[in-house]
């Protein structure tokens, strides 16, 4: 059975430093894996996304993640934070077999001054 | 543009009373879905479909219903039935279900109880 667990459901950090939220899923086979961010009162816009290949993946807003399968996780940086940044953000998995995507719980970025 | 588009943006249901939820998308996707969004507990797929005329529940399809008549159109009923349906409830489509193909939301709808 898939399930996807984002460690921690609030991040805050400071304009300019770095972005770091944390993804681990689990998979009986190859998985896909996803990250969007939702703005208030808003849908959920894709960030990124891990098929094939490359596991490092760049995404929109300078966001980037890396598909690390010994330690079963998805993590999502950005080495400079902007106000602009600030919204939830959604991990999600779905296995190569099935036809429904898991999403994670959240976590909500906040961005200080 | 392409793209997904629900209606209303707010909705307000009386005690006992059905309200439909309305989803369209233009981008002739195959597959929709409709999902329930709570704070703190992430997205709960409700219904699905990979084809008109069929649909699958999802994990929370107690007090809703669904139909499918159109490829275009996804609408959802919120029936009586749900005891708790304050929550905000987003649509979403994908170009085939079952593989990699990623799902595009629509903008949402609140619904709230009077």
């Known amino acids: 059975a898939q399930s996807v667990t984002q460690l921690g459901s609030h991040v805050s950090v400071s304009e300019g430093a770095l972005v770091l939220l944390r993804c681990n899923y689990s998979?009986?086979?190859?998985?896909?894996l996803f990250w969007y961010v939702q703005y208030p009162n808003q849908g959920l816009q894709l960030l990124l996304k891990?098929?094939?290949?490359?596991?490092l993946v760049k995404g929109i807003n300078g966001f980037e993640a890396e598909f690390k399968k010994s330690e079963t996780s998805f993590h999502l940086t950005k080495p400079s934070a902007h106000m602009s940044d600030a919204a939830e953000y959604f991990c999600a998995v779905k296995d190569s077999s099935a036809s429904k995507i898991i999403f994670g719980s959240g976590t909500r970025l906040s961005i200080r001054p | 543009d392409g793209g997904i588009t629900q209606s209303p943006k707010y909705l307000f249901r009386k005690e006992g009373q059905n309200v439909t939820l309305s989803c369209e998308q233009n981008l002739n996707h195959d597959a929709m879905y409709w999902y329930r969004q709570d704070p703190g507990q992430g997205l709960r797929l409700i219904y699905y479909s990979q084809i008109v005329n069929d649909f699958q529940k999802g994990d929370i399809a107690e007090g809703y219903s669904v139909s499918r008549e159109k490829k275009e159109s996804f609408p959802l009923t919120v029936t009586s039935a749900q005891k708790n349906p304050t929550a905000f409830y987003l649509c979403?489509?994908?170009?085939?279900?079952?593989?990699?193909?990623?799902?595009?939301f629509g903008p949402g709808t609140r619904l709230l109880v009077l």
């Open positions: 998979s009986s086979v190859p998985p896909y």
């Open positions: 979403a489509s994908s170009a085939l279900a079952g593989r990699q193909e990623t799902q595009y």
């Open positions: 891990y098929t094939t290949g490359a596991t």
